[in-house]
């Protein structure tokens, strides 16, 4: 067993290696690489990524999964060799179940559509995206027909990204949460608006970066196993756990930018960078599901990176760094201005307020589409008449509505949006947890400190890597199933505050 295991270990780590390169070759393509190096790389990249499919489908490796069973079985669940086979077993079966021509299929389409997408946004065209998003939504449904046996036609999808949650679960999650957070938003539409000027002052670009780089570092990000680059849409990358890169982009003309997508990124990779090493080129070498995920950066960004112990702490030092803008603002206006609410039509622009309704949105239509509740072309009108319910405002047109996202139109329809507000939901009820077991973590943020909330996120969270789904971990950790609760009163705490809200 000792061997076989040791040849499954060997072959995952060849495949973990195709898909690094495949990592760093994108990496390059998002920050260095010449636009005339566009061609071969998109070739390149498909090769890597066939080679990866090929070694990881090898059927050695299934037989060697089937022999390992008894052995898996023999061992505690939570044990790193049975969830490492448990693990891998589930992508080989993942892997093996969808067959290559389909997915040949795919891409094309999705490449085509992704084109006609970049010229329509443009034009503000939706009858263009009819016939695209008829076959990506028909592709979606073939997709979730090679995992038979499901309880609703997104859950395959939704597997894909946050295993083991389930559509019926999720609508009911997020449809309570929706319950409190419209009002939310509609009582804080109606009080006056926070001056958030200060923050569109000139701010020079190396200073931003000097700044963003000094506060990951203390929270936990290490520069030695990792690197910051510059980017159009920032994001993380890993070629291996003693390498795992952020980037960013800077706007000298916005403060916010940079620095909150910055403490957003490293929230991700100091997910990722407290992986154990024991588990190097295994399948349980990274975060566990796209919602575990995204609870790690916002809970950097948003609960930790826009609190007032943090900033208690820090705006002395950023007024040092930019007196000239931020001398006579005193720190409970900036604190006001990183935290202001605004509706708007842009999902990525939106405050961590409004930020769920925009995605609960996309679920639900997701969801409509996929059961044939509703046609792609009443998309639209759909996608109005819930703006206007959930916050408020009539969308002008459909590139600032149903088309501003790439995702329905470069990739598939379903199980796509959820990791986000799951994200969301997970960072509160991750803290309820931590502050339960540690109540000094606040005074200690506002002392710059971060040990103690950086251990038990490693503890209770990094240090398990991929080993149990979603709902496991969240049970795990917190002793509970997701609930809506601690973030809902989250919001609350803050919100009712700042905007002298009686609720
Ligand atoms: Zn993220």
New binding site residues.
């Given amino acids: 067993m000792e061997q076989k295991l040791q040849e499954l270990k060997m072959r995952l780590a060849e495949a973990a290696d195709l898909d690094a390169a495949a990592a760093l070759l994108t990496w390059d393509q998002s920050t260095y690489m010449p636009p005339g190096g566009a061609l071969a790389r998109a070739r390149q990249l498909a090769t890597l990524t066939r080679l990866y499919h090929e070694r990881f489908t090898d059927p050695a490796v299934g037989r060697l999964l089937d022999d390992l069973r008894p052995y898996e079985e023999s061992l505690p669940y939570d044990s790193d060799d049975a969830s490492l086979v448990r693990v891998t077993r589930r992508e080989f079966e993942r892997m093996t179940r969808i067959p290559s021509d389909f997915l040949g299929d795919f891409y094309q389409h999705s490449s085509s559509a992704y084109q006609a997408w970049t010229q329509a946004h443009k034009e503000n065209d939706f009858q263009r995206m009819i016939p695209f998003l008829e076959k990506t939504l028909e592709l979606s449904r073939r997709l979730a027909n090679f995992f038979p046996g499901y309880q609703h036609i997104a859950d395959p999808l939704i597997d894909f990204a946050d295993y083991g949650m389930k559509a019926s679960a999720l609508r009911q999650l997020f449809a309570t949460l929706r319950q409190h957070l419209s009002p939310l938003v509609l009582a804080i539409a109606a009080q006056p608006p926070i001056d958030d000027s200060c923050l569109f002052k000139r701010y020079p670009e190396e200073r931003q970066l000097a700044f963003g780089s000094a506060v990951i570092r203390r929270m936990g990000y290490d520069f030695d196993r990792g690197r910051q680059d510059k980017t159009h849409h920032p994001f993380t990358t890993k070629f291996s756990l003693g390498d795992v890169r952020i980037t960013t982009r800077v706007q000298e003309n916005y403060l916010g930018d940079a620095l909150f997508s910055t403490i957003?990124e490293a929230g991700?990779a100091i997910y990722e960078q407290g992986i154990p090493m024991a588990f190097e080129g295994t399948t349980l070498a990274g975060g566990t599901s796209s919602g575990v995920?995204?609870s790690q950066?916002r809970l950097f960004e948003n609960i930790v990176g826009r609190s007032r112990s943090f900033w208690h702490y820090y705006y002395p030092s950023l007024q040092d760094m930019f007196p000239e803008q931020l001398r006579e603002v005193p720190e409970e206006a900036f604190y006001a201005a990183i935290n202001k609410v605004t509706p708007s039509f842009i999902r990525t622009d939106a405050d961590e307020v409004t930020y769920n309704l925009h995605i609960i949105l996309r679920f639900d239509l997701e969801l409509d589409l996929l059961e044939g509740r509703l046609e792609v072309k009443d998309l639209p009108r759909a996608w109005h008449e819930r703006f206007d319910q959930d916050l408020g405002l009539v969308v002008p047109d459909d590139a600032r509505g149903v088309m501003q996202d790439v995702h329905w139109f470069g990739g598939w329809i379903g199980g796509v949006f959820q990791g986000y507000t799951l994200g969301n939901l997970l960072s509160a009820q991750f803290l309820e947890a931590a502050l339960q077991a540690h109540p000094e973590i606040p005074g200690e943020i506002s002392q710059g400190q971060f040990g103690t909330l950086h251990a038990w996120l490693k503890e209770n969270i990094y240090q398990h890597g991929r080993k149990f789904t979603e709902p496991e971990l969240v049970q795990r950790v917190t002793g509970e199933p997701i609930r809506v609760e601690p973030f809902i009163q989250y919001l609350h705490q803050k919100y009712d505050a700042l905007y002298h809200l009686n609720t």
């Fill in positions: 957003h991700h995920h995204e950066s």
